[in-house]
């Protein structure tokens, strides 16, 4: 079994930075995948950025891509994801995930989720 909790969300102006990390528990987190996704009000949960095992290997969306970087510590057992020139429009809750596969997209691909933390950016 595997435990993701987030951390770092809140409120900053646009053009601001957060960090956001997610510390997981169980033995499997260094050969799994790790995702941050986002869910706004009324919209589908999104892929954000994904990260391979290794940290090697990253995917981002088009909508983050040059802003957010994703990388990990394995011997934290921890994800992070920096976010630089926060627009309005990143507003939701960001949810940390995993699975034992390759970098996906598709949210029903994953196994362990987080419990969420909201970031908020002010026009």
């Known amino acids: 079994q595997v435990q993701l909790v987030e951390s770092g969300g809140g409120l900053v102006p646009a053009g601001g930075s957060l960090r956001l990390s997610c510390a997981a528990s169980?033995?499997?987190?260094?050969?799994?995948?790790m995702a941050w996704f986002r869910q706004a009000p009324g919209k589908e949960r999104e892929f954000v950025a994904g990260i391979g095992w290794s940290g090697a290997r990253t995917t981002y969306a088009d909508s983050v891509k040059g802003r957010f970087t994703i990388s990990r510590d394995n011997a934290k057992n921890t994800v992070y994801l920096q976010m630089n020139s926060l627009k309005p429009e990143d507003t939701a809750v960001y949810y940390c995930?995993?699975?034992?596969?390759?970098?996906?997209?598709?949210?029903?691909?994953?196994?362990?989720w987080g419990q969420g933390t909201q970031v908020s950016v002010s026009s």
């Open positions: 169980g033995r499997t987190f260094s050969s799994s995948t």
């Open positions: 995930a995993s699975r034992a596969g390759t970098i996906d997209l598709l949210t029903q691909r994953y196994d362990y």
